[in-house]
């Protein structure tokens, strides 16, 4: 089944740990995006994607990097995790208008 | 720079009622797309019902529908025959019907949470 995942769902962390968040579709869509959700608040645009080896920062400025090397993956990846990077991370893939988001990764730097 | 807003932290209605989610845009563009998102606890986000800015007839998906007032950049999502399974974050969210540079980001509304009482 054509699908959007993330992983880890959840992951809590120490402080100065590199992580890597996972997402990966299998639709074959050519756009991916990373969006940023803090509790209460509105989901922000920091990373996307328009295919392979395309990668842009978004609207809200992220200490996050990520990378395009194939269609279906598009991980984003934090150097040395901090407090303030404790959020929700949401990836989501379109093809053209409607964007499919995936389940989400609940991070927690302690 | 586009911005939604959502002025209804929390909704409750009771079960088969009617309850009606409110959003207001701002944007300087004449074509866009308008979304509302679902999103249960510890769930997948889904898109509920979109809207053509182009389109004057409201977008309709069964139970929900929209009512959009292009001029008073609103556009509120109606919900008939509440079901218990509707209980979620609700999202508002403004596309641009551009590509490129990031545009067909989408912008989001602070989201208004919905309760069905049973």
């Known amino acids: 089944e054509a699908d959007i995942y993330q992983t880890p769902r959840y992951l809590v962390i120490g402080t100065g740990k590199k992580i890597t968040l996972e997402c990966s579709q299998t639709?074959?869509?050519?756009?991916m995006y990373w969006y940023q959700q803090d509790p209460g608040m509105e989901l922000h645009l920091i990373h996307y994607?328009?295919?392979?080896?395309?990668?842009e920062k978004g609207d809200l400025s992220s200490e996050s990097t990520v990378s395009r090397i194939r269609t279906e993956h598009f991980p984003l990846t934090l150097e040395s995790a901090r407090p303030s990077h404790t959020s929700q991370y949401l990836c989501?893939?379109?093809?053209?208008?409607?964007?499919?988001f995936g389940p989400g990764t609940r991070l927690t730097v302690l | 720079a586009q911005t939604v807003t959502q002025s209804q932290p929390e909704m409750s209605v009771q079960e088969a009622e009617t309850v009606t989610l409110s959003c207001t845009y701002d944007?300087?563009?004449?074509?866009?797309?308008l979304f509302w998102y679902k999103q249960p606890p510890s769930r997948q986000m889904i898109l509920v019902i979109r809207?053509?800015?182009?389109?004057?007839q409201n977008a309709t998906e069964n139970r929900f529908s929209v009512n959009f007032q292009k001029a008073a950049k609103s556009f509120s999502l109606k919900i008939s025959d509440s079901q218990l399974g509707d209980a979620a974050m609700y999202f508002c969210?403004?596309?641009?019907?551009?590509?490129?540079?990031?545009?067909?980001?989408?912008?989001f509304g602070k989201g208004t949470h919905l309760i069905i009482q049973p």
């Open positions: 989501a893939s379109s093809e053209a208008v409607e964007q499919f």
């Open positions: 639709m074959g869509h050519d756009k």
């Open positions: 994607s328009y295919g392979v080896n395309s990668t």
């Open positions: 944007t300087s563009e004449s074509d866009y797309y």
């Open positions: 809207q053509e800015a182009y389109k004057q």
């Open positions: 969210a403004y596309r641009s019907m551009y590509s490129g540079g990031g545009a067909d980001g989408l912008t």
